[in-house]
């Protein structure tokens, strides 16, 4: 039987992807671009920035590559650690619910690094991320959702196999350094889901990436892993899920025909993906309140959203910092509320401590629902104190592939979260320049436009 690390490899070599997939790259880039442009001042971010810079550029792959936005030249591991931890602070990148995961933050920063430092054209650039994103999905959806159930990151888990495998397309390994490349990430995967509301999950975005990049590095030098790395009796699969091997499979026998990257959902309020149904229904409801006072709000979602809402309340209490307050879905809901909006202000010092914010988060329900097996959806009823109530029901929230995000509303957010931060203008000119990267000739002028200066 053919290994699961040399399907994989089978599927990396394949050479170009549909216009549709190169498309759709394009947006998964943009998407995190604009999850990543209104983080540059958080503390994390600053953190590690200033760890990169300590570390010295570095010859190990060449050339240098650059941390996004701060417009901070570093060697590509140490650009592809910051810039996934960029990707994965405010909780506003991709979100690909069937694994609950976020399959880019960890892949994007390892190729970009790699396809800067080598000078790789823009359209072997998004080949590379869009074969990478994809052999990440079919891994994840092995291992899920049990390797989820145990603690696992989801995207810390296969992140490393997705960035290595991108970047063996980007450099062009030959199959034998392409399967020890998904080997050797398969074999040093890591992430506790505890990290959650601390800074210590964009570190593993970040440094899942870097990990992913060493990987290739080591195999495009001759380095070797096992081959059955995934499916072995100590592997991958046995180790981190309690999945049902026949899965295998069927997640490897869909490659490059069913693109599961077309089923990513994109973010359209920077808060994590079970708290966008409930913001977007508070949203669509609070308009007609009238002035009346609210005595709760009432959310029926999925069991799984109850259970996940009700460990981090118990775990976390009252969010006393913005990580915190982002994965709080009743705080989330509150605030929207009693602000009529929800961007990353809400989750800002000045909110945290609205004490109208913090009653109302009190009088949030979550009744679940079994009825919703996934996330992409709730209803929401507010009960007045004067006895009336207002109902509003949600399959599809925006961005999810039920209700897709338009294309220009993609470059439209980016905009609106680079207001401040960069030169007016800016922001137009990057959503140009990613929506032209299959012509460009390298990354230079694209990479150019993401710093602040």
């Not at 549709?20 to 994390?44: F, Y």
């Not at 203008?425 to 990613?434: D, P, T």
Request: hydrophobic fraction near 45%; charged fraction near 15%; aromatic fraction near 8%.
């Amino acid at each position: 039987m053919t290994s699961v690390s040399a399907r994989l490899t089978e599927f990396l070599l394949a050479g170009d992807v549909p216009g549709a997939v190169l498309h759709e790259a394009k947006r998964l880039l943009l998407n995190q671009l604009k999850a990543s442009v209104g983080a540059t001042d958080h503390p994390a971010i600053r953190i590690l920035r200033d760890w990169a810079v300590a570390q010295g550029p570095g010859p190990a792959l060449g050339n240098a590559a650059h941390i996004n936005w701060l417009g901070t030249e570093v060697a590509p591991a140490q650009a592809a650690m910051v810039n996934g931890a960029l990707y994965e602070v405010l909780d506003f990148h991709d979100t690909y619910i069937p694994c609950f995961m976020h399959a880019v933050s960890a892949v994007l920063p390892a190729v970009l690094a790699l396809a800067e430092a080598r000078g790789s054209s823009g359209k072997l650039f998004l080949t590379a991320l869009a074969r990478g994103v994809e052999a990440e999905l079919a891994i994840a959806t092995c291992l899920m959702p049990t390797a989820y159930f145990r603690g696992a990151v989801p995207a810390g888990l296969t992140g490393g196999v997705g960035a290595a495998a991108a970047c063996a397309v980007l450099a062009g390994l030959d199959a034998e350094r392409t399967q020890n490349a998904l080997g050797i990430a398969m074999c040093t995967a890591f992430g506790l889901y505890v990290s959650v509301g601390s800074n210590t999950l964009p570190y593993i975005s970040g440094a899942t990436a870097r990990s992913g990049l060493t990987a290739f590095e080591l195999a495009e030098r001759g380095f070797t892993a096992p081959p059955t790395a995934f499916e072995g009796d100590k592997g991958m699969f046995v180790t981190h899920s309690d999945e049902d091997a026949a899965k295998i499979a069927g997640a490897l026998a869909t490659l490059g025909h069913d693109w599961r990257l077309f089923g990513q959902t994109y973010k359209v309020v920077p808060t994590e993906t079970i708290t966008h149904g409930p913001v977007e229904a508070v949203l669509a409801l609070l308009p007609g309140a009238a002035g009346r006072s609210v005595d709760r709000l009432s959310f029926a979602v999925s069991p799984i959203v109850q259970s996940i809402a009700d460990e981090r309340r118990d775990r976390i209490g009252y969010p006393q910092t913005q990580s915190e307050a982002t994965f709080d879905l009743r705080y989330c809901a509150a605030a929207a509320w009693v602000r009529g909006r929800f961007t990353t202000a809400e989750t800002a010092d000045a909110a945290r401590t609205d004490l109208a914010i913090a009653a109302l988060r009190d009088r949030v329900e979550l009744i679940p629902d079994p009825a919703r097996p996934t996330f992409e959806g709730c209803a929401l009823t507010v009960h007045y104190t004067d006895g009336s109530m207002a109902f509003h029901n949600i399959d599809h929230f925006l961005g999810t592939p039920g209700a897709r995000v338009p294309d220009a509303m993609l470059g439209d957010l980016l905009a609106q979260y680079a207001a401040g931060v960069l030169p007016d203008g800016r922001a137009a000119l990057i959503a140009e320049a990613v929506w032209g990267l299959d012509s460009a000739p390298d990354l230079s002028g694209l990479v150019a436009l993401l710093r602040m200066d």
